[in-house]
Structure formats: structure tokens, C-alpha cells
Nanobody, 124 residues
Framework: QVQLVESGGGLAQPGGSLRLSCAAS????????MSWARQAPGKGLEWVAG????????RYADSVKGRFTISRDNAKNTLYLQMNSLKPEDTALYYC?????????????????WGQGTQVTVAS
């Protein structure tokens, strides 16, 4: 079955960096667009970044553009999110998700599977 396991979360200071990973199994990883989404305390799930199945293009939410970088290694079935210049408002539970096709749309209901999440806390 489809399995997505996030890791790499933790506590970071404002202005700091973290790198999240998502290990995928149970499906042909290279055929699907993938995204990261996050849920801050008391708020709904927010799409953050997406990458095409072949890594030819990426998309970002305005709130993270220029600070976060999504990437993938199809040989290792792994998705990444490099987060730089972190802000307290980036504090959230971060999830990786598998799109329904090669394209990583912004609409969360297009996603067929999500991981359990990894917590990111940005505080001094």
C-alpha cells in the first residue's frame, strides 16, 4: 500500500534552516507529482510547494517563495523540502502528499495520500 513517511522536523531559531524528507513506498514514485502541505495550530491545511513527477518544474505558495526549495530523488523514492530563513509563522505540522497524476496541483482534494507529518517549530 502507499506509504509516505516524513522526517527532519524539529526546533529551529528564526532565520534558521531545516530540511524535511519524505520516504515513499508502495507505488511508482517517479510517475506522480508530489507536494508539501502544512497545518499550523488552529488553522486548516495549507499547500506549500509542489514538484512535477520528473522534477522538471516546481510550484510554491507565495508565503514560502524564495525561502523554501522542493526537490526529489526518483532513484531513492524520496521527496525533500529545504527550508531557509525560517519564521515563527512557519511553525506547523508538515505533510507530504501524492498527487493523482504527474502534476502537483494546489487543490488539496486532488491528493490521494498523505503522510503522518513532521512537526516544525520556529522559536527563539
Amino acid at each position: 500500500q502507499v506509504q509516505l513517511v516524513e522526517s527532519g522536523g524539529g526546533l529551529a531559531q528564526p532565520g534558521g534552516s531545516l530540511r524535511l524528507s519524505c520516504a515513499a513506498s508502495g507505488f511508482l514514485f517517479r510517475s506522480y507529482g508530489m507536494s508539501w502541505a502544512r497545518q499550523a495550530p488552529g488553522k486548516g491545511l495549507e499547500w506549500v510547494a509542489g514538484i512535477y513527477s520528473d522534477a522538471s518544474d516546481t510550484r510554491y505558495a507565495d508565503s514560502v517563495k524564495g525561502r523554501f526549495t522542493i526537490s526529489r530523488d526518483n532513484a531513492k523514492n524520496t521527496l525533500y523540502l529545504q527550508m531557509n530563513s525560517l519564521k515563527p509563522e512557519d511553525t506547523a505540522l508538515y505533510y507530504c502528499g501524492r498527487a493523482g497524476s504527474w502534476y502537483p496541483g494546489r487543490a488539496l482534494d486532488e491528493y490521494e495520500a498523505w503522510g503522518q507529518g513532521t512537526q516544525v517549530t520556529v522559536a527563539s
